[in-house]
């Protein structure tokens, strides 16, 4: 860069081509170079937190559900993780690989959705429409399961609400075949496309000192060289029965530099480890029930006695999302804050993107995978003094900033 050339401010968003979901980026320039920049998420505040607060534990689990219509399977079992540590339900071990199929699942489908999502980035269109036509084998495969496409509905407090029968293990086995064929396809065309590998390759680097300083999780962290998965770390459902390692950039490119081509590396390798991931879960699968308790009244009556906090913790797609939740002899929650892997990684845009140049803020935006949906807090704080803004107070809010644009 020059320091003949005057900086100038680009403001990107709220609604732009580098992200599906609105946030405000305001870049300052040299030339074509970004010199320093800041982001305002907040855009799609859905008082979810709120919601729940006043709905009991069993109704909270379809709420969480609708936090993110990618990952609702993560925020859901994180939620319920939460709660069974405090009411002490103990989870039936078949429940705990169904658990763990739909999560493998949720995890392949949302990493070729973003897989589509960065290739149309880079303007390779024909390789979104390939990623996106695959995707929708996993999407077909839980239909079957939960009867759902999204919302799933199938994590419920105490196990889950369907079983995985013995007739649907043929049509499971066909879907994971066709994806182990299809990923060597993916593999090449994402990783030794001699475009995709020049836009990616040293774009967008955090180094494993930066991502660890930043707090980063999942992909993007492992990306960096951070061997960190809950799945792991501390392992949760049918995970610790489970033959897997951690995946890392350097088992596919022999290195690891950090950068966009890497956060393409782990995404699709995690897709093959899923597919394993579900065929042990179905050649092992114990028999038994998937519900603690099948009378909803009792899991309520539980619940209702419960007394004490905990954190609910999974590796969601996008990495750790977890749940804390207070009960206090309630119906309700006494508390519940829900912290989205998002949140962790979005602060990683401010390293990732400095020096970099204009034409790459989009696939340097995606390469987090951020989901704004799931991240999105509103904290009012003035004077001092800090204020909780209802449904009302929002709707009040929306139709005074309207009057006042329209001049009324």
Not at 2 to 12: R, T
Not at 24 to 31: A, D, E, Q, Y
Not at 182 to 188: E, F, M, P
Not at 259 to 269: E, G, N, Q, T, W
């Amino acid at each position: 860069m020059s320091d003949s050339k005057p900086s100038y401010n680009i403001p990107l968003g709220p609604i732009h081509p580098a992200l599906k979901e609105p946030i405000l980026f305001t870049f300052k320039i040299n030339g074509e170079v970004v010199e320093d920049l800041d982001f305002a998420p907040g855009k799609v505040h859905r008082g979810i937190e709120w919601m729940g607060m006043r709905r009991n534990p069993v109704q909270i689990a379809h709420l969480c559900d609708r936090i993110c219509g990618i990952c609702g399977v993560s925020h859901t079992m994180a939620f319920c993780r939460a709660i069974e540590q405090i009411a002490e339900i103990e989870v039936p071990e078949r429940a705990h690989y169904v658990r763990t199929i739909v999560a493998e699942l949720e995890r392949i489908q949302s990493h070729l959705l973003w897989a589509g999502v960065a290739a149309h980035e880079l303007g390779f269109d024909t390789l979104f429409h390939l990623a996106w036509r695959v995707r929708e084998d996993a999407m077909d495969l839980l239909e079957l399961i939960t009867g759902n496409r999204v919302n799933y509905g199938i994590i419920q407090v105490g196990g889950v609400r369907r079983d995985v029968t013995v007739d649907q293990f043929p049509k499971i086995n066909e879907t994971l075949a066709a994806y182990e064929d299809v990923a060597g396809k993916l593999l090449k065309l994402f990783l030794e496309d001699a475009s995709i590998r020049v836009r990616c390759r040293d774009t967008g680097v955090m180094t494993r000192q930066q991502a660890l300083e930043l707090c980063t999780v999942g992909p993007t962290s492992r990306a960096s060289g951070l061997e960190m998965d809950v799945r792991l770390d501390a392992p949760y459902a049918a995970y610790g029965d489970l033959d897997f390692t951690m995946v890392l950039p350097d088992q596919y490119a022999g290195e690891i530099r950090g950068d966009v081509y890497d956060r393409i590396i782990v995404r699709l390798l995690e897709v093959v480890q899923s597919i394993s991931i579900i065929r042990q879960c179905i050649d092992n699968m114990p028999p038994g029930e998937v519900m603690w308790e099948t009378k909803y009244a009792k899991i309520l009556a539980t619940c209702k006695k419960a007394e004490g906090e905990a954190f609910g913790r999974v590796e969601a797609p996008r990495g750790e999302c977890f749940h804390y939740v207070r009960m206090n002899k309630s119906e309700k929650p006494e508390a519940w804050k829900v912290k989205a892997s998002t949140y962790s990684n979005q602060m990683s845009w401010l390293t990732m993107l400095k020096n970099e140049q204009i034409a790459d803020i989009p696939i340097i935006v995606a390469s987090i995978d951020p989901c704004m949906s799931c991240t999105d807090r509103v904290a009012v704080v003035k004077d001092g003094t800090s204020a909780i803004l209802t449904k009302q107070d929002l709707h009040r809010l929306s139709v005074e900033k309207t009057r006042r644009i329209q001049g009324c």
